[in-house]
């Protein structure tokens, strides 16, 4: 059974930083893409950064220059840095897989960032 559990959210004042990471378990990920995504309250769930197995990443325009995102296919965990957070980067992130190697959500870890 694949799992994911995240962690290192938590309350941030803007122009902080946080370093999320994201544990998978049940298969190695080490060929395939992955991603982060989040949701904020009362919307649905958005893009925000993905890294191929070649380590070629995308991110969503609203973090692009502000969040990275990296892996380490050893310990089969993906890692977020976000900086310069903003009010409105306040979410549950996740991640998961990429199109067909998705699987069940996690918990999803809270980022809150205070203004």
């Known amino acids: 059974q694949v799992q994911f559990v995240e962690s290192g959210g938590g309350l941030v004042l803007t122009g902080g930083s946080l370093r999320l990471s994201c544990a998978a378990s049940?298969?190695?990920?080490?060929?395939?893409?992955m991603a982060w995504y989040r949701q904020a309250p009362g919307k649905a769930r958005e893009f925000v950064a993905v890294?191929?197995?070649?380590?070629?990443?995308n991110y969503a325009d609203s973090v692009k220059g502000r969040f990275a995102i990296s892996r380490d296919k050893d310990k089969n965990t993906l890692y977020l840095t976000m900086n310069s957070l903003k009010p409105e980067d306040t979410a549950v992130y996740y991640c998961?897989?990429?199109?067909?190697?998705?699987?069940?959500w996690g918990q999803g870890t809270q980022v809150t960032v205070s203004s």
């Open positions: 998961n897989g990429v199109g067909g190697n998705s699987y069940s």
């Open positions: 049940g298969r190695s990920f080490s060929t395939d893409a």
């Open positions: 890294i191929t197995d070649l380590g070629a990443t």
